[in-house]
């Protein structure tokens, strides 16, 4: 996800695994990857996906300083400053932001998008959206990554619509048949390099095993450095027929992949 040597995706290229999702933009901010580089990346024979946020946006964004102008800004994401919650339900942030990011992945030739912030309904104060509860806001994030799926299949049905996180959606109408996948993180260890026993853990795992069991491909993330750990969580990728990864929560090194 950053620290591309050279700005050039040939390490990633190179590595042995199947699908790649890098960010829509080189550096996270206005240079874009290039027609030909992503298709010298998917020559290699991977799934590349477009990482970009749909549910929150970060201060070095270029699209940021018009989203703020508009007014869509909401609460700042305590654990990532800079970064805010945004009203992803109003028609001008699918003009400003989230239509603009779809095209040009489809014209850079990615495979599909991986759509970060869902959990953005869970999160939002409540306090700057008094006529809303969480239900609805789930309802308008599920609304929200159906239309996306519905916009980019258009234009080619084999694109495909991975979300990340917040498996639960998958009980609001027209979401699972929307999505082709799931990006999961911290189903088996969180970026502490411990278990993940709390109570939403086990929630997330059954919630995304019902999408398994559906049909979609799970590509799940675990964050942990600690030998016993890493083999620990590649074992219940196996057990569990789920894409897995095992890295650093920085994103910046290439993982050895699970065997």
Known sequence: MQGYADGR???????????????????????YFRAEEIGALKASGKRVLAYFEIGSIESFRPDFAAVRADRLLLN????????????YWDPRWWELAVRPRLDRALSAGFDGVYLDTPLA????????????????????????IVSISAYVKRANPDFGVYPQNSPELRDYSGYVGAIDGIGVEELFFRAT?????????????????????????VLAVDYATRRENV?????????EGFDGYVTVRALDTIATPCH
């Open 231 to 239: 083999d620990e969580a590649c074992r219940r990728y196996r057990e």
């Open 9 to 31: 995706l040939d390490a990633l290229a190179a590595a042995p695994f199947r699908t790649a999702v890098v960010d829509l933009a080189r550096d996270g901010g206005s240079s």
């Open 76 to 87: 700042e994401w305590p654990s990532w400053p800079g970064e805010h919650f945004v009203r």
């Open 193 to 217: 390099d411990e278990p993940c026993a709390a109570d939403f853990c086990a929630e997330n795992l059954a919630a995304t095993r019902k999408l398994k069991e559906a049909g979609k491909t």
């Open 121 to 144: 309904y869970e999160e939002i104060d409540l306090a700057l959206v008094p006529a809303l509860d969480r239900a609805e806001l789930g309802r308008r994030m599920a609304d929200l």
